[in-house]
Nanobody, 115 residues
């Protein structure tokens, strides 16, 4: 198992930047972020594969969000630039211990972007 702890959410204005952090209790196969708008299903945002640094992004955030990691602390960061009101959502950290293993989730952190 792995425990995930998110931090860094908040209220910002359109065009601002924000950085989310997700600290994992152990090394994972992959760590990333999903987000959920009220009434919607969770949407994939970004993911990094620890073994080879492959990065994946959802279409709506490409070019604005960047995922990175700190090996020493098993922490993954999501740098969010040029935020838009439609980025407002609860952001959940997600991890897998293997390519086909079960999903692990953090408790979520609220990001609100005002226009």
């Amino acid at each position: 198992q792995v425990q995930l702890e998110e931090s860094g959410g908040g209220l910002v204005q359109a065009g601002d930047s924000l950085r989310l952090s997700c600290a994992a209790s152990r090394l994972t196969y992959s760590t990333g972020w999903f987000r959920q708008h009220p009434g919607d299903v969770r949407e994939f945002v970004a993911q990094i594969i620890w073994s080879d640094d492959r990065e994946y992004y959802g279409e709506s955030v490409k070019g604005r969000f960047t995922i990175s990691r700190d090996d020493a602390t098993n922490t993954v960061f999501l740098q969010m630039n040029n935020l838009k009101p439609e980025d407002t959502a609860v952001y959940y950290c997600h991890a897998k211990l293997g390519s086909t293993s079960e999903d692990y989730w953090g408790r979520g952190t609220q990001v609100t972007v005002s226009s």
